[in-house]
Protein backbone atom coordinates (compact mmCIF):
# COMPACT_ATOMS: atom_id res chain seq x y z
CA UNK A 1 0.00 0.00 0.00
CA UNK A 2 2.97 2.66 0.88
CA UNK A 3 4.41 2.40 -2.67
CA UNK A 4 0.97 2.62 -4.42
CA UNK A 5 0.78 5.73 -2.37
CA UNK A 6 4.60 6.85 -3.27
CA UNK A 7 3.99 6.21 -7.07
CA UNK A 8 0.52 7.85 -6.55
CA UNK A 9 2.47 11.12 -4.66
CA UNK A 10 5.46 10.61 -7.62
CA UNK A 11 3.30 10.69 -10.41
CA UNK A 12 1.39 14.30 -9.27
CA UNK A 13 4.68 15.90 -8.97
CA UNK A 14 5.73 14.63 -12.41
CA UNK A 15 1.83 16.21 -13.59
CA UNK A 16 2.37 19.44 -11.57
CA UNK A 17 5.55 20.14 -12.71
CA UNK A 18 4.69 19.06 -16.37
CA UNK A 19 1.73 21.96 -15.71
CA UNK A 20 3.63 24.38 -14.97
CA UNK A 21 6.43 23.90 -17.24
CA UNK A 22 3.23 24.46 -20.17
CA UNK A 23 2.64 27.75 -18.40
CA UNK A 24 5.18 29.56 -18.24
CA UNK A 25 4.94 32.01 -21.20
CA UNK A 26 6.69 32.01 -24.25
CA UNK A 27 8.20 36.13 -24.78
CA UNK A 28 9.39 37.63 -27.93
CA UNK A 29 11.48 40.46 -27.14
CA UNK A 30 12.94 43.31 -29.80
CA UNK A 31 16.12 43.44 -28.27
CA UNK A 32 19.01 41.59 -25.91
CA UNK A 33 17.37 44.50 -23.40
CA UNK A 34 13.94 43.91 -23.36
CA UNK A 35 14.79 40.18 -22.97
CA UNK A 36 16.78 40.89 -19.98
CA UNK A 37 13.91 42.84 -18.50
CA UNK A 38 11.60 40.10 -19.45
CA UNK A 39 14.96 37.58 -17.66
CA UNK A 40 14.56 39.69 -14.78
CA UNK A 41 10.70 39.06 -14.36
CA UNK A 42 11.05 35.69 -14.10
CA UNK A 43 10.65 34.91 -17.73
CA UNK A 44 12.31 31.43 -19.26
CA UNK A 45 11.41 30.47 -22.54
CA UNK A 46 12.17 34.03 -24.43
CA UNK A 47 12.93 34.80 -28.01
CA UNK A 48 15.70 37.75 -28.37
CA UNK A 49 14.86 39.11 -32.62
CA UNK A 50 17.61 41.44 -33.11
CA UNK A 51 20.86 39.37 -32.49
CA UNK A 52 22.75 40.42 -29.51
CA UNK A 53 26.15 40.68 -31.07
CA UNK A 54 25.00 43.76 -32.84
CA UNK A 55 26.65 47.80 -31.90
CA UNK A 56 23.03 49.13 -32.30
CA UNK A 57 20.16 46.63 -32.14
CA UNK A 58 17.32 48.72 -33.07
CA UNK A 59 18.43 49.68 -36.33
CA UNK A 60 18.37 45.88 -37.19
CA UNK A 61 16.11 44.57 -40.40
CA UNK A 62 14.26 41.44 -39.33
CA UNK A 63 14.35 38.53 -41.87
CA UNK A 64 10.77 37.39 -42.64
CA UNK A 65 12.13 34.35 -40.36
CA UNK A 66 12.22 36.57 -37.51
CA UNK A 67 8.76 37.73 -37.71
CA UNK A 68 7.63 33.99 -37.96
CA UNK A 69 9.79 32.97 -34.94
CA UNK A 70 6.69 34.95 -32.93
CA UNK A 71 3.95 33.43 -33.76
CA UNK A 72 3.72 31.48 -30.83
CA UNK A 73 4.69 33.56 -28.30
CA UNK A 74 2.68 34.47 -25.59
CA UNK A 75 3.90 38.42 -24.62
CA UNK A 76 6.03 40.71 -27.23
CA UNK A 77 8.11 42.73 -25.47
CA UNK A 78 9.49 45.69 -27.04
CA UNK A 79 10.54 50.16 -25.98
CA UNK A 80 8.74 51.26 -28.80
CA UNK A 81 11.69 53.37 -30.58
CA UNK A 82 13.10 49.97 -32.21
CA UNK A 83 13.55 50.75 -36.00
CA UNK A 84 11.36 47.58 -36.73
CA UNK A 85 9.20 48.19 -33.25
CA UNK A 86 5.48 48.59 -36.15
CA UNK A 87 6.88 45.21 -38.22
CA UNK A 88 6.70 43.40 -34.64
CA UNK A 89 3.15 44.93 -34.04
CA UNK A 90 1.86 44.00 -37.48
CA UNK A 91 3.38 39.85 -36.93
CA UNK A 92 2.45 39.77 -33.27
CA UNK A 93 -0.09 36.56 -33.24
CA UNK A 94 -3.58 37.32 -32.36
CA UNK A 95 -2.99 35.24 -29.12
CA UNK A 96 0.35 37.60 -28.26
CA UNK A 97 0.13 40.62 -25.61
CA UNK A 98 2.17 43.71 -26.73
CA UNK A 99 3.86 44.92 -24.21
CA UNK A 100 6.18 48.25 -24.52
CA UNK A 101 8.76 49.01 -21.59
CA UNK A 102 10.30 52.05 -20.67
CA UNK A 103 14.12 50.99 -21.12
CA UNK A 104 16.23 52.93 -19.07
CA UNK A 105 19.02 51.64 -16.59
CA UNK A 106 18.22 53.29 -13.40
CA UNK A 107 17.02 51.47 -10.66
CA UNK A 108 13.37 53.04 -9.85
CA UNK A 109 12.44 52.35 -13.25
CA UNK A 110 13.88 48.69 -13.85
CA UNK A 111 11.78 47.98 -10.14
CA UNK A 112 8.67 49.34 -12.20
CA UNK A 113 9.11 47.75 -15.30
CA UNK A 114 10.07 44.02 -14.27
CA UNK A 115 7.24 44.15 -11.42
CA UNK A 116 4.60 45.04 -13.71
CA UNK A 117 6.36 41.86 -16.21
CA UNK A 118 6.27 39.52 -13.75
CA UNK A 119 2.49 40.63 -12.78
CA UNK A 120 1.45 39.74 -16.41
CA UNK A 121 4.21 36.76 -16.51
CA UNK A 122 2.42 34.97 -13.43
CA UNK A 123 5.78 35.37 -11.80
CA UNK A 124 6.33 37.71 -9.53
CA UNK A 125 8.26 35.86 -6.09
CA UNK A 126 10.85 35.19 -8.79
CA UNK A 127 11.10 38.77 -10.30
CA UNK A 128 10.62 40.50 -6.20
CA UNK A 129 13.94 37.35 -5.59
CA UNK A 130 15.74 39.36 -8.66
CA UNK A 131 15.23 42.67 -7.44
CA UNK A 132 16.68 41.86 -4.01
CA UNK A 133 20.07 40.54 -5.36
CA UNK A 134 19.65 43.52 -7.91
CA UNK A 135 19.48 46.09 -5.17
CA UNK A 136 22.23 44.63 -3.38
CA UNK A 137 24.49 44.47 -5.84
CA UNK A 138 23.63 47.89 -7.65
CA UNK A 139 24.49 49.73 -4.09
CA UNK A 140 27.92 47.80 -4.15
CA UNK A 141 28.90 48.75 -7.27
CA UNK A 142 27.18 52.15 -7.17
CA UNK A 143 29.35 52.97 -3.67
CA UNK A 144 32.51 51.51 -4.98
CA UNK A 145 32.15 54.38 -7.83
CA UNK A 146 31.35 57.24 -5.50
CA UNK A 147 34.21 56.45 -2.94
CA UNK A 148 36.87 56.31 -5.87
CA UNK A 149 35.26 59.73 -7.89
CA UNK A 150 35.10 61.48 -4.28
CA UNK A 151 36.76 64.87 -3.73
CA UNK A 152 38.18 64.26 -7.47
CA UNK A 153 35.60 67.32 -8.78
CA UNK A 154 35.09 65.35 -11.79
CA UNK A 155 32.80 66.87 -14.40
CA UNK A 156 31.15 64.62 -16.75
CA UNK A 157 29.54 65.22 -20.69
CA UNK A 158 27.34 62.21 -21.38
CA UNK A 159 25.45 61.31 -24.66
CA UNK A 160 21.64 62.02 -24.13
CA UNK A 161 21.13 58.05 -23.41
CA UNK A 162 23.61 57.82 -20.77
CA UNK A 163 22.92 60.47 -18.33
CA UNK A 164 21.95 57.49 -15.26
CA UNK A 165 25.43 56.23 -15.58
CA UNK A 166 26.95 59.74 -14.39
CA UNK A 167 24.19 58.90 -10.94
CA UNK A 168 25.33 55.32 -10.95
CA UNK A 169 29.21 57.20 -10.22
CA UNK A 170 28.30 59.73 -8.44
CA UNK A 171 29.84 62.11 -11.28
CA UNK A 172 28.42 65.68 -11.49
CA UNK A 173 27.08 65.87 -14.83
CA UNK A 174 27.47 69.17 -16.43
CA UNK A 175 26.10 68.68 -19.91
CA UNK A 176 24.90 66.16 -22.88
CA UNK A 177 25.21 65.28 -26.07
CA UNK A 178 23.30 63.75 -28.94
CA UNK A 179 21.78 61.42 -29.95
CA UNK A 180 23.02 62.65 -33.35
CA UNK A 181 26.88 63.79 -34.54
CA UNK A 182 27.96 66.46 -32.08
CA UNK A 183 27.87 69.91 -34.05
CA UNK A 184 30.07 72.88 -33.32
CA UNK A 185 27.55 74.89 -31.40
CA UNK A 186 27.88 71.44 -29.47
CA UNK A 187 31.20 71.60 -29.34
CA UNK A 188 31.27 75.01 -28.06
CA UNK A 189 28.29 74.81 -25.52
CA UNK A 190 30.19 71.82 -23.73
CA UNK A 191 33.61 73.12 -24.28
CA UNK A 192 32.74 76.17 -21.79
CA UNK A 193 31.62 73.86 -19.34
CA UNK A 194 35.17 71.80 -19.24
CA UNK A 195 33.95 68.26 -18.68
CA UNK A 196 37.12 65.71 -17.45
CA UNK A 197 35.12 62.99 -18.39
CA UNK A 198 32.97 62.38 -21.78
CA UNK A 199 30.07 59.18 -21.21
CA UNK A 200 29.96 58.30 -24.30
CA UNK A 201 27.71 55.71 -25.97
CA UNK A 202 29.35 52.06 -27.43
CA UNK A 203 26.00 51.89 -29.73
CA UNK A 204 26.37 55.30 -31.03
CA UNK A 205 29.46 56.75 -30.01
CA UNK A 206 29.64 60.57 -31.02
CA UNK A 207 31.85 61.71 -28.28
CA UNK A 208 35.10 61.25 -29.31
CA UNK A 209 35.51 65.04 -30.38
CA UNK A 210 34.47 66.22 -27.55
CA UNK A 211 36.81 64.51 -25.54
CA UNK A 212 39.93 65.74 -27.93
CA UNK A 213 38.40 69.73 -27.60
CA UNK A 214 38.88 69.36 -23.85
CA UNK A 215 41.72 66.64 -23.34
CA UNK A 216 38.82 64.52 -21.07
CA UNK A 217 38.86 60.92 -20.62
CA UNK A 218 36.81 59.27 -22.57
CA UNK A 219 34.65 55.69 -21.66
CA UNK A 220 32.15 54.08 -23.26
CA UNK A 221 28.76 52.65 -22.38
CA UNK A 222 26.44 50.30 -23.04
CA UNK A 223 22.91 49.40 -22.29
CA UNK A 224 21.81 46.43 -24.12
CA UNK A 225 23.46 43.04 -22.36
CA UNK A 226 25.82 41.89 -24.56
CA UNK A 227 25.23 37.81 -25.82
CA UNK A 228 25.14 35.62 -21.77
CA UNK A 229 24.87 39.12 -20.27
CA UNK A 230 22.24 40.35 -17.90
CA UNK A 231 20.66 43.38 -16.59
CA UNK A 232 23.11 43.25 -13.87
CA UNK A 233 25.92 42.84 -16.61
CA UNK A 234 25.52 45.61 -17.81
CA UNK A 235 26.01 47.47 -14.63
CA UNK A 236 29.12 45.09 -13.92
CA UNK A 237 30.81 46.20 -17.10
CA UNK A 238 29.86 49.60 -17.10
CA UNK A 239 31.52 49.97 -13.36
CA UNK A 240 34.47 48.93 -14.63
CA UNK A 241 34.53 50.97 -17.76
CA UNK A 242 34.42 53.89 -15.50
CA UNK A 243 37.02 52.55 -13.15
CA UNK A 244 39.49 50.51 -14.79
Known sequence: MNSIMKLVAILFLLLSSTQSHAKTP????????????????????????????????????????????????????????????????????????LVEVHLQNSPKVIHTEVLRLAHLFGTTQKAEEYLLNFDQEYAHLS?????????????????????????????ELVGTFGPGPLQPGDLLRLSVLKPNIVLDNAHMPAGVPLAEAVGGHRVQLTNFPKPGMDLLDVFRENARALMP
Open 26 to 97: VVAAATSWAAALARAAGAEHILVIAPETLQHPPDYDPKPSDLLRMRDADFIILGGFEGFAQRMRDAAGSQAQ
Open 143 to 171: KTLHDHFAERGDRAAAQIFMTVWAEFAGL
